[in-house]
Nanobody
Framework: VQLQASGGGLVQAGDSLRLSCAVS????????VAWFRRAPGKEREFVAT???????YYANSVKGRGTISRDNDKNTVYLTMHNLKPEDTATYYC???????????????????WGLGTLVTVSS
């Protein structure tokens, strides 16, 4: 499984942005794909994930502002963020797991496949 994140850039506070995670090697409908982010000087943190059940799970920091979705035809998972804040500035990574009992879905250890990040900078 290979993942490639894209869509980052420089935006203004209050703007919206959609990040893409193109997946190859397996169809995304069959396993969870998550988004994490690492802000400058901080550890990488969970943002959102799709679930084996088809549901979604969000970190409190983006709940209500972020939507994770997938296009099975394009084998791509998206993260759309609204009302962006300077504290959303980070490199965003997508990750995937093929393990049904991978552990806590908000932890990095649950994911075996990672893409290179895409940088999002939110100016105030």
């Amino acid at each position: 499984v290979q993942l490639q994140a894209s869509g980052g850039g420089l935006v203004q506070a209050g703007d919206s942005l959609r990040l893409s995670c193109a997946v190859s090697g397996r169809t995304i409908s069959s396993f969870p794909v998550a988004w994490f982010r690492r802000a400058p000087g901080k550890e990488r943190e969970f943002v959102a994930t799709t679930r084996w059940s088809g549901g979604r799970y969000y970190a409190n920091s983006v709940k209500g502002r972020g939507t994770i979705s997938r296009d099975n035809d394009k084998n791509t998972v998206y993260l759309t963020m609204h009302n962006l804040k300077p504290e959303d500035t980070a490199t965003y990574y997508c990750a995937a797991t093929l393990r049904r009992n991978a552990g806590w879905e908000h932890l990095e250890d649950a994911y075996d496949y990672w893409g290179l990040g895409t940088l999002v900078t939110v100016s105030s």
